[in-house]
């Protein structure tokens, strides 16, 4: 079992950034693959980003943001990061990370066990 706490969501204006932390605790962090998702009101909860088990550090995002979010994690802290750059009114959402010991990049709800409670990220026009 591990526990999930997302932090740094918060309220910006369009182009501004933000970075989103996801602590982990109760087992080693680094034998878990982590996404990132999000959900606004209204919409079903989508795929953001993921980083793969510590070994390979591979990073994989959905289409919206490549090339503007950066997802990272430092093991020694039990965190991976969600960088957020170039910020845009429709990034506005609950953003969830999630875990799974599980191989490989997965992009669906369904292929993570472990939710956080969700950070508010909040973009103006």
């Known amino acids: 079992q591990v526990q999930l706490v997302e932090s740094g969501g918060g309220l910006v204006q369009a182009g501004g950034s933000l970075r989103l932390s996801c602590v982990a605790s109760?087992?080693?962090?680094?034998?878990?693959?982590v996404g990132w998702f999000r959900q606004a009101p209204g919409k079903e909860r989508e795929f953001v980003a993921g980083i793969s088990r510590s070994g390979g550090g591979i990073t994989y995002y959905a289409d919206s943001v490549k090339g503007r979010f950066t997802a990272s994690r430092d093991n020694a802290k039990n965190t991976v990061y969600l960088q957020m750059d170039r910020l845009k009114p429709e990034d506005t959402a609950v953003y969830y990370c999630?875990?799974?010991?599980?191989?490989?990049?997965?992009?669906?709800?369904?292929?993570?066990?472990?939710w956080g409670q969700g950070t508010q990220v909040t973009v103006s026009s």
């Open positions: 109760g087992r080693t962090f680094s034998n878990y693959k």
């Open positions: 999630a875990a799974d010991r599980g191989y490989g990049s997965s992009r669906t709800s369904d292929a993570y066990d472990y």
